[in-house]
Every structure is written in structure tokens, then in C-alpha cells.
């Protein structure tokens, strides 16, 4: 458990709460409390060796990456309790936002089996990567999402100085039902672009490569990533005027998502983005450097608990501007 999750201080009241509603659900839980110089992944580890049935997770994104890194390809799956202030895994897995339906989950729901993001060989993410703006904005997020003008300033300042930069993407999508198969842009548009180039270069303000549809500071980057479906997806932003960029963002700030010709839209295994520019990388909004970068999906390498089918649907948290509702997806093969 992370004991300052979604406060800038500890919440004294939270481990009560989460000790009643724990036990009201029949669970008997040892409690750990992550520290600065301790890594909750060998936490995991530890619970794994000592022949625990689930590590549950008490915060928010940040504490639960770092437990679920400690389980990946482990024999027992992870429970989430979402305390965070965005709680970006748990909205993408339609877990419940109230303490007592969280624990109701974790006593009587089911294990699903999710997709992990690795970069370079050595650094995983759940949310999402980026390259570009996005990375340079991405330190900036938290400040922006707050209100703090300074900040949103500064933001402004970098992202209407900010150029187009050369990137080559390099898509692999090396799955069994899709290797013979055409390579296609996944558009929700009339006018559809399909292309069977597996490498090419062209000039974007910024990628964004999705494990899930939400990431950051609550952002919706990607509403038809699916967390479990064995592919990233790779978004390309590419000729937006610096209005349509602002615009763009703030409406996913909000909550909102238009669908927008200009952002280019891929599933893939595994994506390579290089770069003649300087450009850099973030991971679940860790700095990664620049690129060359290697990214790729760890298919269903995660155990989670979920709702069973036969529990009500907790929806994400209404928002004051709810997103505008997205058509079906149609996987394109």
C-alpha cells in the first residue's frame, strides 16, 4: 500500500476503511507499506516465495506499475483497491472507483490476463509510451491538470515552438491470425488510408504507443486500445496547426475525445521509432532518454482481478464533461 496515494499527505483514515472493507469481504491481509529505498516489485517477489494467493494493491498508477512489475509471468494475479488520483489502470480494467465494491471484486471476482508494454528490453509500462512533445510535456502534466497557470504557460510557450520532426516506424505485427495478412492504418473515418508498408518515415509532432486508453493525467490518448488483445496502439499526430493541437489536448483533458483525420492510428506487436532528431522517450511518464526505441507488447503476461460477467458494471467515474460516445471498433486484421 502506498499511504500518501491521491494526497500530497498521508491519509491516516484510508488504512482503517480498507482494513473494514477487506474483512467485511472475508479477506485476511498482511499489510506492506511502500518506502522510498524499497522496490514494491520485490515486495511481489517476496509474497510470491512466501506462498501468498494475491498481492493487492492500495494506490494509484505509479504504485501499481511498480507492484505488477514484481508479477509478471507470476502464478498469482494482482488486486487493485484504486486510491490514486487518476487511477488510469483501473478505469482501463472497468474496476470500481468505491472501496466496498473494490473489495467485493477482489473476494468474488475472476482473473483476466493483460498485455504489458516493455520498451528497449528492460523498462515495462501499462499505460502508454510517448516520443516527441509528448515526452517533453509530459513532466509538465500534473501542473497542467491542476489549474496552475505558470505551468500552463509554459506548456503553451513549448508547444507553439515546437516543430514537426522526422520519424521512421518500423511495425511488426508478427501474430499468428495476422501474418500474412495487410497491414492497415485503423482510422474511424470515411475516408480510410490502407497501406502495406511495414516501415516507413514522416514527419509528426508526437507518438503516442497505448497498452490501454487511458494514460497521465487522466488523458483518453487512445479509446480503442484494448488492454488484453496482444497489440499496442500506435498513435500518430501529424500535421496539426498549433490550435488544433491545443484544442485536441484540452478536450481530452476534459475528458472528451474527437475523433481527428489527422492522427494516424496502428495496431502492432512490436513498433521501433528512429529519429536524425534528438527526440525523447517517456514511459508511463518515466523518462526513457531519446530515441532509437524499441517497444513491444508482453501478451497477456499479467495476472489481474476483475468483475465476474455477472457483477453490475462499474463504469469510470461520471465526468462533468462526459467523453462523446466512440463507435465500434473494427479490428482490422
Not at 138 to 153: N, S, T, Y
Not at 285 to 311: D, F, I, S, Y
Request: aromatic share 8%; glycine share 8%; charged share 20%.
Amino acid at each position: 500500500m502506498n499511504p500518501v496515494s491521491g494526497d500530497d499527505e498521508p491519509n491516516p483514515m484510508k488504512l482503517p476503511d480498507i482494513l473494514a472493507a477487506l474483512e467485511a469481504e472475508g479477506i485476511r491481509a498482511d499489510l506492506a507499506f511502500t518506502k522510498p529505498d524499497e522496490s514494491p516489485a520485490l515486495i511481489a517477489q517476496q509474497a510470491i516465495s512466501e506462498g501468498y494467493d494475491l498481492v493487492v494493491v492500495g494506490g494509484g498508477d505509479g504504485t501499481v506499475s511498480e507492484v505488477a512489475k514484481g508479477l509478471i509471468d507470476a502464478p498469482i494475479p494482482l488486486g487493485i483497491i484504486p486510491i490514486g488520483t487518476y487511477n488510469n489502470i483501473a478505469h482501463s480494467l472497468n474496476l470500481p472507483m468505491e472501496l466496498a465494491s473494490a473489495c467485493r471484486v477482489l473476494a468474488h471476482g475472476q482473473t483476466r490476463q493483460i498485455d504489458v508494454g516493455q520498451a528497449n528490453g528492460d523498462r515495462y509500462f501499462f499505460e502508454a509510451a510517448g516520443i516527441g512533445l509528448d515526452a517533453a510535456l509530459f513532466p509538465l502534466g500534473e501542473e497542467i491538470k491542476g489549474g496552475r497557470w505558470g505551468r500552463m504557460l509554459q506548456a503553451a510557450r513549448l508547444a507553439w515552438g515546437y516543430q514537426p520532426q522526422w520519424l521512421c516506424l518500423h511495425l511488426d505485427r508478427s501474430l499468428s491470425d495476422a501474418r500474412q495478412r495487410p497491414f492497415k492504418p485503423r482510422r474511424f473515418l470515411r475516408r480510410r488510408v490502407v497501406s502495406t508498408r511495414r516501415e516507413f518515415c514522416l514527419p509528426a509532432l508526437l507518438v503516442v504507443v497505448a497498452n490501454g486508453p487511458y494514460y497521465g493525467t487522466g488523458f483518453t490518448v487512445a479509446p480503442e486500445a484494448i488492454i488484453d488483445d496482444g497489440l499496442l496502439t500506435v498513435s500518430v499526430f501529424r500535421g496539426f496547426s498549433k490550435w488544433e493541437l491545443v484544442r485536441h489536448f484540452w478536450s481530452i483533458s476534459k475528458g472528451q475525445y474527437h475523433y481527428n483525420p489527422k492522427i494516424e492510428t496502428y495496431s502492432v506487436a512490436e513498433v521501433r521509432l528512429t529519429s536524425p532528431a534528438r527526440l525523447p522517450v517517456h514511459v508511463d511518464g518515466h523518462p526513457l532518454g531519446e530515441v532509437p526505441v524499441t517497444l513491444k507488447v508482453m501478451k497477456q503476461a499479467l495476472r489481474v482481478v476483475v468483475p465476474t460477467e455477472n457483477m453490475p458494471t462499474y463504469e469510470r467515474q461520471a465526468d462533468p464533461n462526459p467523453p462523446v460516445a466512440l463507435p465500434a471498433p473494427k479490428r482490422r486484421l
